[in-house]
């Protein structure tokens, strides 16, 4: 399969948008107006076809002031110098719009999700790709000082950078994720009293959980689960006694494995990016601007984002079949799992999330195994996700920790490698090569041993393994039965004949 190339006129055609005869038939200050903003309500009367068209407005609609863009109280809020805005953020020089540094710092989720393949010049841009090093985002820490302005100080800053990955294939993570987390919260329910029970999904090991004998899960001095891994809560309560929902849940999305779905990583994505967040008749950032955004907008997102394509393998040539048995034999699959089997091909998009039990509040089902995700079905009655992952945290060294010493992080999915340099979690990698030698630096890195593997393979063996992640590729982000849809309504109340 060959990449589709994907024009200027193209992507602006795709902003829902329609042009059609010259005559543009959705202005762009009217995405996010009117007729087109969603309720929950309207979800029980859209066809799919129209949750995706009004997610994708969503996804490329520029947020503006008026619609609630800036303030927001994300990571935390600067009170302004008159405290009438207590969610006020600082700005740049205090320009009232862009932090740039710890958000604000885009008005589209498009602008940070555009680039398909970097593979050729000009690259190949489309909705839903990655971002390069240009668009990599920086979260706040503490040591360089920058002039943020809501008040006269001065603040100081150190980046948590963040390289924006592409929104792919990401129907398929959820599905996985979902019956992994459903798998193990069975066996936390069932682990008897007074023993040790190992803890295992998709065949990938979480480590294990203990019990006492009054049946409550031992814990260590941080009041973590004693021998539980891989998910970002391992504790079973909260400060106040209550039971943590958040326990053993799987988390595929975000670089640290900290959202459990679209609709909960879209959350925070709005807040941080453009201080917008589902706020009904309320005004929580005293920017004078209510319902920002809408329940049903959050979720026909949510719908967007996880029907998206999904990357494929290019058929391999001899050196890239002989890569991929040494990608085995060197160990790097034991977390880079070439593939996951669903149980269904069902996935339920769901609002608002129980982070322990994916079956409820469902109010969307999509088929995986049609276009545009088109996972292929498998003999359980499910589909088969290629994604060369395993949707577990590792520690991954010293050399990559964060500025606040976590080096915790999910396994990266393989699938669409060769189409989206810059790699790891800031971009530091340049290429695949830099990628693999530089998350193996540290011996306490969990992936040093197979990187050691790697590094002792002849020059020709190493060539090989990089031919056979050369076949990885991403899909063309042209969303083309989409578009279809949109021109062919267009057409309709235009009465001529779509293309």
């Known amino acids: 399969m060959k990449l589709r190339t994907f024009s200027a006129a193209c992507s602006f055609a795709l902003l829902p948008m329609l042009a059609t005869a010259g005559d543009n038939k959705i202005d762009i200050g009217q995405l996010y107006t009117g007729e087109f903003r969603v309720e929950h309500s309207d979800l029980a009367n859209m066809t799919l076809a129209e949750k995706r068209l009004a997610g994708m407005r969503m996804f ?43 958000g604000l710092d885009a008005q589209t989720c498009l602008e940070c999700h555009s680039v398909i393949s970097r593979r050729k010049v000009p690259f190949t841009t489309g909705i839903g790709g990655v971002g390069g090093i240009n668009n990599t985002v920086l979260g706040a820490g503490g040591a360089t000082l920058v002039d943020l302005k809501s008040t006269d100080k001065k603040t100081n800053v150190n980046g948590r950078v963040i390289n924006p990955p592409f929104i792919f294939g990401a129907g398929g993570i959820e599905l996985l994720a979902n019956e992994m987390t459903i798998a193990l919260q069975k066996q936390l329910a069932a682990a008897p009293a007074g023993a040790t029970t190992a803890l295992f999904a998709k065949g990938v090991s979480f480590g294990s959980i203990t019990k006492d004998a009054f049946g409550e899960v031992v814990v260590d001095a941080d009041g973590n689960a004693v021998g539980a891994e891989g998910t970002f809560r391992l504790n079973p309560r909260n400060a106040d006694g209550s039971h943590n929902e958040d326990f053993l849940v799987v988390a595929p999305f975000g670089r640290k494995g900290d959202a459990k779905s679209t609709r909960d990583f879209d959350i925070g994505a709005l807040s941080f990016h453009f201080g917008m967040r589902v706020d009904e008749g309320l005004d929580h950032d005293n920017d004078g601007v209510v319902n920002e955004v809408l329940d049903g907008e959050l979720s026909v997102l949510s719908v967007f984002v996880g029907t998206a394509q999904t990357p494929f393998a290019k058929a391999p040539d001899a050196e890239a079949v002989r890569g991929r048995h040494l990608i085995n034999e060197i160990g790097c699959t034991g977390c880079h799992i070439p593939s996951m089997e669903t149980n269904t091909k069902h996935l339920g998009f769901r609002a608002p999330d129980v982070a322990n039990d994916p079956t409820a509040n469902v109010h969307t089902y999509v088929n995986l195994a049609r276009a545009p995700m088109s996972f292929e079905k498998n003999e359980i009655g499910g589909v088969t996700v290629e994604l060369f992952a395993d949707l577990k945290r590792h520690y991954m060294g010293a050399n990559l920790e964060e500025f606040n010493g976590d080096g915790m992080f999910t396994t990266m999915r393989l699938w669409g490698v060769a189409d989206t340099a810059p790699y790891l979690h800031d971009g530091r990698a340049f290429t695949i090569k830099d990628a693999i030698q530089t998350h193996g630096l540290d011996p306490a890195s969990e992936a040093f041993t197979a990187v050691s593997n790697f590094n002792n393979l002849s020059e020709d063996d190493q060539n090989a393994l990089l031919a056979f992640l050369d076949t990885l590729r991403s899909p063309n982000g042209t969303f083309p039965r989409l578009l279809n849809h949109v021109a062919n309504e267009v057409a309709l109340e235009q009465g001529v004949t779509a293309n």
């Open 60 to 102: 490329t609609n520029p947020f503006l002031k008026s619609q609630g863009f800036g303030d927001g109280d994300d990571n935390p809020p600067s009170p302004s110098a008159t405290g009438n805005h207590e969610g006020e953020r600082g700005t740049l020089q205090g320009n009232g719009s862009f932090q740039r540094i710890n």
